[in-house]
């Protein structure tokens, strides 16, 4: 009987660190392989035969960026979990921009890593996400793009977090704490009102003179992403 286990495949050099993320998976049940460079890491993944893939970005023989970039070109999207070791955005960004599904920043709390690679595969299963339009602003999530009143707006990891969330709960009015939870996480212990600085982040990226914002303020409530 064939083992229907989930597969990870684990791209690290760091050997402890590779074998202690890779003892960690299997204790909660999954199937690891392990892989110290980028480009055995590479051949490996571009089998497909792994259900996630824990890749970190500093790596000998090739980099985890050149990894996730040819993967996806070569049509191989598995769900990809990123580990960085620095802090800040550009990492993500640039991550984002070669096809990295998720992140994770070193050192990382076991319980993270493991809530990270379940969320990869939840999403995964519930098949490729589509195309979300709000009036005339569209973003795509697979493309990480998003276009509003025809032209291409350039967004951070968060901002474009942020938009999606609102964006994939149209016409519903979102508390500030349920937008913290979601797109800075339930740890966040930092302050709230940061919700509202993204918002205006948004609206001065993605709103024009003549068009209503798709952004509203709820008065008591939050925000909701609505047209006309």
């Avoid at 597969?7 to 890779?22: F, K, P």
């Avoid at 998720?102 to 589509?130: C, M, T, Y």
Wanted: with cysteine.
């Amino acid at each position: 009987m064939s083992d229907e286990r989930c597969r990870v495949l684990v791209i690290e050099d760091d050997h402890d660190l590779a074998r202690a993320v890779a003892d960690l998976l299997s204790d909660e049940g999954f199937l690891v392989e392990q892989r110290h460079d980028g480009e055995s890491g590479f051949q490996a993944a571009l089998t497909g035969a792994y259900d996630v893939i824990v890749l970190d970005i500093m790596l000998p023989k090739r980099n985890g960026f050149s990894v996730c970039l040819d993967l996806r070109n070569a049509g191989v999207h598995t769900p990809l979990l990123m580990l960085t070791a620095k802090d800040g955005e550009l990492d993500e960004v640039e991550g984002l921009e070669v096809g990295a599904d998720d992140f994770l920043h070193k050192p990382f709390e076991r319980s993270i890593l493991i809530a990270r690679v379940n969320a990869l595969l939840r999403r995964h299963a519930l098949g490729r996400p589509q195309p979300l339009v709000v009036g005339p602003v569209s973003l795509d999530p697979l493309r990480r793009q998003v276009v509003s009143n025809g032209r291409g707006v350039a967004l951070t990891p968060r901002e474009f977090a942020l938009l999606e969330y609102l964006m994939s709960n149209a016409g519903v009015s979102l508390a500030k704490s349920d937008i913290l939870r979601a797109v800075w996480g339930s740890d966040f212990d930092g302050d709230p009102n940061i919700v509202e600085v993204y918002i205006g982040y948004l609206r001065r990226k993605i709103d024009t003179v003549d068009v209503p914002s798709i952004i509203r303020t709820v008065r008591g409530v939050g925000y909701s992403a609505r047209e006309g």
